[in-house]
């Protein structure tokens, strides 16, 4: 199994319980996640040296963020402490034709005003099979941007994979300041993930098929992966295909393109979802195990996906899935029958 880095910010997550209304809530459950920490616990529940980077300030609140990854055998040596707070989101979770809403309170957050100092990228890249970083962290501040460029030019002095999920967020900045950021730190990227949104918001491409319709035909995609590949040197382009019918139910796929040869994965329908929030990042733990572990990108796609479906049956940001339950339900046992 290999060390994987990932570099990004972990929030206090308040939900509403249930499916209540944000207006009809007296009390929030508490748990912690965020895109990078989600993919790191995925990676050591895997059993990858999972470590991952970011500030925590260092009251009991940000100890809290830290526990939460080391209960699942997150790797917490390169996590710098200070700063004044921890970024917080609220999820209100939807149901049926009412869709789930996010709200941020995450401005000056400990990472967001990290400085390059607090972190020795060199020393951490040593010795790494992979990084990971999604476009979440550079739109949190222009110092996040810094620290993410800083990240990824001391992986490739170091030989190591880099794999980014391209994760554009409206609610943390605009498409035209997205790309100005996300275009020049291409070329650091082998593996690129992201959904048909995230390529025309974050890199300008955009896919031949009618997804608000929910038409995800993998025709479509064929197009703008091909040219993403040739315009920036990726290795891997791969992107999910979701069909949302409604806030609980979903299809799921993905596709995969290594440069020579396209791959569709099986499709699930996921019905109903528990809880959707982190199923990208579930789905990016997956593809970098299985990029590094199986022989040939089918196989680590059909890993990737599974891994996915089986996050929208779990509360909470985290994918507390093992090998075992993923690969079963690749290899075609999605019967949800107990195991005695």
């Given at each position: 199994m290999g060390k994987i880095v990932t570099l990004g910010e972990i929030m206090l997550r308040l939900s509403t319980p249930g499916n209540t209304r944000f207006v009809q809530s007296d009390n929030f459950d508490v748990v912690y996640g965020g895109g990078e920490a989600n993919v790191a616990v995925s990676c050591a529940n895997y059993g990858h040296d999972a470590?991952?980077?970011?500030?925590?300030?260092?009251?009991?609140?940000?100890?809290?963020?830290?526990?939460?990854?080391?209960?699942?055998?997150?790797?917490?040596?390169?996590?710098?402490?200070?700063?004044?707070?921890?970024?917080?989101?609220?999820?209100?979770?939807?149901?049926?034709?009412?869709?789930?809403?996010?709200?941020?309170?995450?401005?000056?957050?400990?990472?967001?005003?990290?400085?390059?100092?607090?972190?020795?990228?060199?020393?951490?890249?040593?010795?790494?099979?992979?990084?990971?970083?999604?476009?979440?962290?550079?739109?949190?501040?222009?110092?996040?941007?810094?620290?993410?460029?800083?990240?990824?030019?001391?992986?490739?002095?170091?030989?190591?994979?880099?794999?980014?999920?391209?994760?554009?967020?409206?609610?943390?900045?605009?498409?035209?300041?997205?790309?100005?950021?996300?275009?020049p730190l291409m070329q650091y990227v082998d593996v690129c993930i992201g959904n048909e949104e995230d390529a025309e918001l974050c890199l300008g491409f955009k896919p031949d098929a009618d997804v608000e319709g929910g038409k995800t035909d993998a025709e479509g995609y064929k197009g703008i992966f091909t040219a993403m590949a040739k315009e920036f040197g990726f290795k891997y382009v791969i992107s999910t295909l979701r069909e949302s019918f409604s806030a609980t139910h979903n299809g799921w796929k993905a596709m995969i393109y290594n440069g020579e040869e396209f791959y569709t994965s099986k499709r699930y329908d996921i019905n109903p979802i528990i809880d959707r929030v982190g199923g990208g990042d579930s789905f990016s733990g997956g593809i970098i195990h299985g990029l590094l572990t199986k022989p040939n990108q089918g196989e680590a796609l059909e890993f990737a996906v599974a891994a996915s479906a089986l996050k929208h049956t779990i509360n909470g940001d985290f994918n507390l899935v093992s090998v075992e339950e993923v690969e079963a339900l690749a290899g075609g046992d999605a019967s949800g029958r107990v195991q005695r």
């Open positions: 470590y991952f980077v970011t500030k925590l300030p260092k009251h009991e609140i940000g100890q809290c963020a830290l526990n939460a990854l080391r209960k699942y055998g997150v790797k917490t040596d390169y996590i710098a402490r200070g700063g004044d707070r921890l970024g917080i989101y609220y999820l209100e979770t939807g149901a049926s034709m009412r869709p789930s809403k996010v709200i941020y309170d995450r401005a000056h957050s400990a990472i967001a005003e990290a400085e390059p100092s607090d972190f020795d990228f060199d020393a951490i890249m040593e010795g790494a099979d992979w990084f990971h970083w999604s476009g979440i962290t550079p739109a949190i501040s222009d110092k996040a941007a810094e620290l993410t460029k800083l990240a990824c030019e001391a992986a490739k002095r170091h030989g190591v994979t880099v794999s980014v999920d391209l994760n554009f967020r409206k609610k943390l900045w605009t498409k035209e300041k997205a790309q100005s950021i996300m275009r």
